[in-house]
């Protein structure tokens, strides 16, 4: 898997928010007019991958462990995975993560309604990569979204 | 009433009918009649042979006494294709196990029914008429004649009904040889009777040499079977495609009832004996041929059933007849009855063939018919005419009763439905019957290291994901859980929402499992949840969830159910 073509460079970013709510819908906010190759057809209904997304966090949180929260939904609106990433330096204390820490990445995953197998590869992919402290503190310590998409993108690069 | 019939049938014979527009009339109302009595829990068989009564000349003479003649090929067809099949169910085993029940039984039944009716018949018609030689001679002719049984009718119940066991085995061991005993009475009875009568009408040879062409008849009729039979296997050997199969298989059939009939064989008894060759010296090659002449059976068995019922004239009968007939039939099946329990009993049947044989010994047609025109070409006159009208009123009544009694007894011997294969129940079952209806249902919100564990635990290879109001969610399949596996750190992370599929596709309760089937076949998916049509649930037009099908369910579900009927089939003994 390619993160580099997963990831929208455009829509990584220092977030503003620091509740879980918030981050989220700021997140889901900046695919407003996105119109990237990821695409099923049409624009993406934000209102509609809002409640997804949400709905999947009511039946439990998407925090991990270590500061990470990987918001993720399966959606009809795209045909191949998109994922978008926020960091907040300050922390997010209502997350809910497993381990009960406060949350300062959030990448958020968006598969093709079928694409089931490539939905958990993501997810293990991304859960694994971020267990490197390096990785996570050059995130943290990131001042623009492209610096934040060099980051996660060319780590695989860096073999890590 | 009768007037105005007549001038619809005069009309009617004005008018150009030609002989597709003819026979058309005839099957599509024979079908029509079937279904109509199906519906009222009585065998199709009897619709037919009413249909042909309607028809026929009791009733509209719209099948006129040339265009049974005309037709009579059809009758030559189907009573091949009966016996064929009749001798395909004989197996070596069966006989074996059988095989001195099947020779107590008919000897027993057959004498019986030929002494009471004989000697019934010679006292009635000796008071009326005071004249001992006539009344003998037409005690033994009837007699020996009671002692026929039809195969045709019977078997038509036993296959529509599917049944199985020893109460079946030993009725169509016993209809594929009562024809032999009841052309050796025959003889017996006509070259006695001949005697009694000083007659010197033309057939009445010696016995001796009606017994050896008797011989003739029965021996070269199995040898002429056996013959077709070996040469058939051989060709159909190779073959993988159906349609040729059938057309050698039919061919093969025609070819030996035609040849029976130019060298004077019994006709049935050859198509029997070639059925039971192939099915036993070649039985992997023969299953497939048998459903495939069974199949295409039907519409000729409808034709064949139709004619029967319209040579049937019922206003040729006097009190005189009807007296006679009367005697007959009580005779018959009091004898048959007798007969049958004695030889159940002494040849230690299971207890069902002794209760229910009886009733399935009742219908008499061709044979029986046959034998009396042959009486009425021997003894020609009065007598002759006699033995004819009453056989063709016995036959009449025992043709509509016999089929409704064969019915009661597979019905009540517990037989009925026993021999059904994966495509017949495929064709009785709902997608109700072959569904998981009781397995584990997922939460939503289920982490997959849970989900392990259900799969685990049971023997289902998918599970319905419901809401916490019950609606169904999605399907988890082992496919969807395996998938899982490469992210095993994440098995409490991820949910069962997150894994689950939702359906492509889905049925209701009633809908027929073979729907459900194709379903699952067109679509090419793996399974398929099953909805009942409960009011107020799902504004998604689906009504609660029932359960799920998988072609393993099916599978387990249909080897299940044959396992159980052979099992019941086998404990009635």
């Not at chain 1, 990987?70 to 995975?81: D, E, I, Y």
């Not at chain 1, 859960?127 to 934040?148: F, H, P, T, Y």
């Not at chain 2, 685990?456 to 609606?471: I, Q, R, T």
């Amino acid at each position: 898997m390619d993160l580099a073509n997963i990831i929208d460079r455009e829509r990584c970013c220092v977030l503003k928010e620091t509740t879980k709510t918030e981050a989220i819908i700021e997140l889901v906010n900046s695919l407003e007019g996105f119109n990237g190759p990821q695409l099923n057809g049409g624009p993406l209904d934000i209102e509609e991958l809002r409640k997804e997304l949400f709905y999947r966090e009511q039946l439990m949180s998407t925090g991990l462990s270590l500061g990470l929260a990987v918001p993720h939904v399966r959606f009809r609106g795209v045909k191949s995975p998109l994922v978008i990433a926020g960091i907040q330096p300050d922390g997010i204390t209502d997350y809910d993560t497993l381990d009960g820490s406060e949350v300062n990445i959030v990448i958020m995953i968006i598969v093709g309604e079928n694409q089931h197998k490539q939905h958990i590869r993501l997810l293990s992919l991304i859960a694994s990569r971020l267990k490197d402290n390096k990785l996570k503190q050059a995130l943290l310590s990131a001042g623009s979204g492209e610096e934040i998409y060099s980051l996660l993108a060319g780590s695989e690069e860096a073999g890590l | 009433m009768m007037d105005f019939f007549n001038e619809i049938a005069g009309r009617a014979t004005h008018l150009n009918i030609n002989m597709i527009l003819f026979l058309g009339i005839i099957l599509f109302g024979g079908a029509v009649g079937g279904r109509l009595f199906q519906r009222l829990k009585v065998p199709q068989v009897v619709g037919y042979i009413i249909i042909g009564v309607i028809l026929g000349q009791s009733g509209l003479k719209f099948i006129g006494l040339d265009m049974i003649k005309t037709l009579e090929p059809v009758s030559t067809i189907a009573l091949s294709l009966i016996g064929f099949s009749i001798g395909g169910e004989l197996k070596i085993a069966e006989l074996k196990k059988r095989g001195k029940q099947f020779v107590a039984i008919l000897f027993l039944e057959a004498l019986t029914a030929f002494i009471v009716v004989a000697g019934l018949v010679f006292g009635l018609v000796l008071i009326l008429t005071g004249n001992f030689n006539m009344a003998l001679a037409l005690g033994l002719v009837l007699g020996a004649i009671s002692s026929a049984t039809a195969p045709a009718a019977t078997t038509d119940v036993l296959w529509e009904n599917r049944t199985r066991g020893p109460l079946t085995s030993t009725v169509l061991g016993i209809v594929a040889m009562d024809d032999a005993v009841a052309l050796l009475l025959f003889a017996f009875s006509v070259s006695i009777a001949n005697n009694l009568l000083g007659s010197t009408a033309s057939g009445g040879a010696e016995l001796s040499t009606q017994l050896l062409s008797l011989l003739w008849e029965i021996g070269g009729a199995i040898v002429a079977g056996a013959l077709i039979s070996f040469i058939l296997s051989k060709l159909i050997k190779g073959f993988l495609n159906e349609d040729r199969i059938l057309a050698f298989s039919l061919g093969a059939i025609m070819l030996l009832s035609g040849l029976s009939v130019a060298l004077n064989l019994d006709m049935i008894l050859a198509a029997m004996s070639m059925g039971f060759f192939i099915s036993n010296f070649a039985p992997r090659k023969s299953s497939e041929t048998f459903s495939l002449v069974q199949k295409f059976s039907p519409p000729i068995y409808v034709l064949f059933f139709v004619l029967v019922g319209s040579k049937l004239n019922i206003w040729n009968i006097t009190g005189f007849v009807a007296a006679i007939a009367g005697v007959f039939l009580f005779g018959r099946t009091f004898g048959k009855l007798i007969g049958a329990k004695a030889g159940a009993a002494v040849s230690k049947a299971p207890k069902t063939v002794g209760k229910y044989l009886p009733f399935c010994l009742l219908s008499q047609a061709g044979v029986a018919i046959g034998l009396s025109i042959v009486a009425g070409q021997v003894f020609t006159g009065e007598f002759g005419n006699l033995v004819v009208t009453v056989v063709t009123a016995t036959t009449f009544v025992v043709q509509i009763l016999g089929p409704i009694a064969v019915k009661y007894a597979v019905d009540k011997a517990g037989e009925t439905g026993l021999n059904i294969t994966e495509e017949d129940l495929v064709k009785q079952s709902t997608a109700a019957d072959i569904m998981y209806s009781d397995i584990p249902q997922i939460p939503v919100n289920a982490p997959v290291s849970s989900i392990l564990e259900i799969f685990s635990e049971n023997d289902v290879l998918c599970y319905p994901v419901v809401y916490p109001d019950g609606k169904l969610a999605g399907i988890i399949s082992i496919d969807d859980l395996k998938n899982t596996f490469m992210a095993a750190e994440l098995s409490d992370f991820l949910l069962a929402h997150d894994i689950m599929k939702k359906p492509v596709a889905s049925c209701t309760v009633s809908e027929s499992a073979e729907d459900a089937r194709n379903l699952l076949k067109r679509k090419s998916i793996e399974y398929l949840p099953v909805f009942s049509p409960d009011a107020g649930s799902g504004e998604d037009g689906n009504g609660k969830f029932a359960g799920i099908i998988d072609e393993r369910g099916i599978q387990l579900f249909f080897s299940r159910k044959i396992a159980e009927l052979n099992h019941r089939a086998e404990e009635l003994g």
